[in-house]
């Protein structure tokens, strides 16, 4: 198991070229929040926008649309509830996140299959928080996608089968293989497994154990994932990131909330495109 | 009487372990907020959340929704008139602050029934505001749970029947006896009152004289619960470290805002850690 | 014509004593904002707030609840439409400000109504905004509370019935006399009236030249006036402090909006008090 | 082809003389934000604000009020579909923003028709966004005000019916000449075309490559509009401070959020003023 480099993230985040447009930098919806959890797709819809995606659409239910757009006027918003709509912008996407406070009820498991069976395998995915809790429960074919899923230890039990004291890095290498998924297995030291490699990410605090802390990096890794080509190196280097702001932030603070992680991305990006 | 002592508090606040998790620093449930007063319970959640408590629930009106979540997306939120979903979520509660905000309809007493005749002794409860008022004019039973008041010398009046004349240490100790509870009687010199001890809070300054400022204070004696084992000095801790952020945001103000401690409780509960 | 100086103000904003509690610093409801203003009233409660005032209460348009709670919690709201629920509350106010977004609707006119003719002679009342344009078009009778008006020049002539031209210090004298209230006439160099005495504000800057900028002194005057004994120079404070606070953020900005002279208020007073 | 120079610029944003009041800085209506583009219309309204338009109003969809005031207080709100109120309201403005976040449905394309039949030669009028899709999807004669249109290449293209690779600086200047607009090519280097002139914006950074970035220079370009006399040097200096603050910003950003260029306009007019 290798450990993420300072080198692979700044080679991942590179310089913008000068002549681009918001295009260039990735389509990316974010479906989640119900009328409970609507703070989590907040939260990963502004770690989205914040790591740079061009354009963000969040579907959600529309009750979350006004407290939404009071702190992220750059993102567009749509009821996840209307599938025709939900179907015409899927379409444009580049990546989709889906999971961050969608819920278990009837109507998000619709929602997570009506987006599992039209993604295509030019669009890449994120399954995060509710989505995994409702594919371990009721599993369903996943699409031929890159995909990544980011579950914490009794998230990745109920979808790898894995009890937690058996998730060992072997153990977790055969189930993402498996499932056919790059996983990002969340710890106090998270590790990530894609294929035949994994890696240990060296960063991480107790400051970091509040809730939002997992939606946020559910947005940064499809934040990275619209703007950087290689799939794998794109998720470690958000991994990586979310935890290096946290550290620092920590130098200070007994908790560090997500959202003051998220205000932090640029400059942090900035920093790693200058090395 | 003793006054609560800065080794107290850096006692109480201990360092985080590094193989933690949010689950590790307590489900906490903050119940108030009517159509009316919904900042209250805004500003208790925001209080809690910047304490550190893992992960924070907010039943209240569902005309809140929107505001709290404008600012604190941190938090989930329920409608407090669901009394099923209040019931299951209940059970999986560490503390629950109940009161801020929570006004004196009878949908008020409803809800505060329903509460005290679910906690558990595993459960540790906090009364303030409106809870205290309830209770007065209608007294209940009390649960065998942990519990803590934080009345103003008004509202105190009414939970003890002590005049605020009459309100000796002696005699706050007796009523604090009597009900069973930690009892946190606010005025200028707030003192704190648990079986046979009593603490004097050594900082106060006029410029908290403010609304807002006991909801912002419940909120934090709640998500010191959430984390802390002692329960006498989690209460203590949290006393002390409000009135001592204001008294310092005082130096340069004249007023002091709930909402400018809160985002200050990160950085004092870090220095006290590392003390 | 004397010019407000600065041994007046820090006279009036005294150091709080020790021993004192948010009622000490004065219970205020502000009156406005309909569903297309709503952002006046959020003003005027935003520096009543920060002022001191020590409890706020927002009496307007159901649909202003979200957005005034999304940035201050601190304050409490009420349907004005809710005459009942009014009249309650009105009784327990010491400052009550009208006329921040109130609008010219016929539902504006009666809560004018209503509280023009319940307000005490106890109560300070501030008239400000549509609430000059509702007496100006149909006057009615002013209560004998002390009151004072924050016209600026147009709303002036319609309520004095002096064209702009004719608004001479002494015709203005007159003129407030005749009103039997404090008159501040707002302009580049803003006069105060008052019996037989009248002051000039030695600051202002074009930079405040942008719209809410008047909500914003209401409020300001309605939270001095809940905290300091001489209700003329209790207005006379605010005015000075309000256009300091300009001038200074004027030296580095071309505008100044309303509400970052809010948040510089605290720290003024603070500075005048310790003079 | 010229360069917009620091001088030009400096003659624009002149120091506001002393004895001006808000009327004089201009009324501006920003019209625009449907039920799922909201925060278009709020980060144009926000821009315009900031940039010193003396009165701001905003005509959206209702579900865009609340999120709009939570954090523009200082900006009144109508319905757009409310044609007697809008038509009551244009007659005052001085200029008029159409189209961030307006939508093509139909119910956008009559309040489009609404404001280019009623808009008067006095008036100055800023297409932008989806005002140019609906006009170049269904052309209707533009009034005889001055006009300035905002489009990035593609809707360029749709406008004037030059491909992106046709559009050399002679070709714009032609269809902007048949179209009697002045327009504002938005591309990595944006160029301007009025008449027989044409400039060439030297700022710009890849940092800017996301949503939103659009709207707030809609927004800047009415807000100097409202301002500065001189029609096409109020549009160059929005144009060119829109992306000199922008590339300071990039200095330690990888990516500018909308707002953040909002939150600066203050300064760099105040610095431009005094050079």
Known sequence: MQTITTDLVKQTIIKRPADSYKGTYGRIMLIGGNQNFGGAIIMAATAATYSGAGLVTVATDPSNFTS???????????????????LALLKGMDVIVIGPGLGTEPGAETVLTTVLT??????????????????????QPLPASPIVVTPHQMEWQRLSGLKIADQTPAANQVAAQRLHVTAVVKAHRTTIYAGTQAWRNPGGSPAMA????????A????????????????????????????????????????????AEIPKYMHHYSQL
Chains 1, 2, 3, 4 share one sequence.
């Open 210 to 217: 509040t809730g939002g802390m997992g939606d946020t990096l």
């Open 219 to 262: 947005g940064m890794v499809g934040g990275f994932l619209a703007q950087f080509a290689d799939f794998n190196h794109a998720i470690l280097s958000a991994v990586y990131l979310h935890s290096a702001i946290a550290d620092d932030l920590a130098q200070t603070r007994y908790v560090v909330l997500p959202h003051q992680i998220s």
């Open 68 to 86: 939404l757009h009071a702190q992220l006027p750059e993102a567009m918003v749509m009821d996840y509830q209307n599938t025709p709509q939900l």
């Open 118 to 139: 039209h993604v295509t395998v030019q669009q890449r995915l994120v399954l995060d928080g509710s989505a995994l809790t409702l594919l371990a429960a009721n599993p």
